[in-house]
């Protein structure tokens, strides 16, 4: 087993208060428009709400690279800040920028209104597209139509912003119906009298969700100013310049640690994308391009633990893919950012073997002139990633670790 991180942090900035319980323990985190998506392994919103208001200044940019549910992004305009966030997934790049786009409610309702009205209507009166048995085992026969229906009535708001707030609701409504288990980070299919219980209402579940949707983005600062794109953190420009980064990276690869690739599809067809778009999509996810590996990433933590894998198959190559992908995206960070590159991570493991993110995170970005000013940690107690077998999970702490160019 790795040694626990132990880093001390520079002079500098100073660090956050001793007495503040970064768990946040019975802390509302649905607030504003945290609460319109259940995106899975999300940040914690008054974790981030913290990082923003302490080392980013009011009207300063900061990226969040890693930006999955929106967590970040929200914050910053929440707190006066500007926000501009990628990330590989079309899922999340959608939700990121639907949560931090304001909405006056005179443009939302009347177009709910209609989408309802033709959605029903649709389901009433038309036959159902055939499925992919790949997502038709994730639902009940009879919610399929009305599925495609909204997606139908949907796809005809002319008003893009209002259309992908509907899309983000209806996605979200395609995870609430899903026939799986809650509160787990792969897709495990309803089993004998949890799936006879199991009884979802389509329509119930889109008003409650576009609904919340509309209130919140309402409540939005007007002049929220953020920005959220597809886009992959080692191909950002040297003409993007930011003053901090804050973000919470994947721990692993799509297929040894948190399944979002899964998650998405299934919320992703029902928005009009194809399967093949999908698998070409995934691609980009860290670990998963396929491509030939050169070096080993500069960090002595990494190399030892190379070492053990290379005794159990496969493994070695797959630790070694994402973390060649992982260390890509900290260089390409390392050129953008002015002031801190502030990451959220847990450990890992694979092949039974435990992988300190912490360490290893802290000699990449060494190597690239960025030391460890602030660290700090935090129990996972509601984010617990499970063991996968034995394989992809096994955590319960979280780093926090600020880094300031040297």
Known sequence: MLPVLNLIA?????????????????????YATHAIHPYIAAINPPLARTLVEHYVPLRETLLDPFCGGGGVLVEAVLRGRQGVGYDVNPLAALISR???????????????????????????????STVPKVISYWYNEDTVPLLFALQSAISHVED?????????????????????????VRLRRLQGPDLERFKPNVFASFRRRTELGIGRVAQLPANAHASAEVGDARGITDDQK??????????ADDTNGVGYFQFSRNMLYWLGYSLDALKEQRKFFLGC??????????????ARTLDLLAQKGTYRRQALSFYQDYYAA???????????????IGDRVLGR????????????LDSVGFGLQHYYTRELKKKRIANLGGDGGGTSIEHILVYKRR
Do not use: W
Request: aromatic residues 4%.
């Open 10 to 30: 520079e002079d500098g900035q100073p660090e956050l208060a001793d007495d503040l319980d970064l768990n946040f323990a019975g802390v509302d985190t649905q």
């Open 98 to 128: 639907v949560k931090t786009t304001p909405l006056p409610t005179r443009r939302t309702i009347h177009e709910y209104t209609r989408v309802l009205d033709e959605a029903q209507a649709l389901a009433r009166n038309s036959a159902c």
């Open 160 to 184: 893009g912003q209002v259309r992908e707030l509907f899309q983000v609701a209806l996605s979200a409504t395609a995870r609430e119906v899903m026939l799986t288990y809650r509160g787990e």
């Open 242 to 251: 930011f003053h901090s980064v804050i973000t919470s990276p994947p721990y």
């Open 289 to 302: 391009s396929g491509s030939h590996i050169v070096a080993v990433p500069p960090s002595g933590t990494l």
């Open 330 to 344: 900290l260089v390409r960070l390392a050129r953008v950012v002015e002031e801190q590159i502030i990451i959220v």
């Open 353 to 364: 073997t435990r992988i300190n993110n912490g360490h290893i995170t802290t000699e990449m």
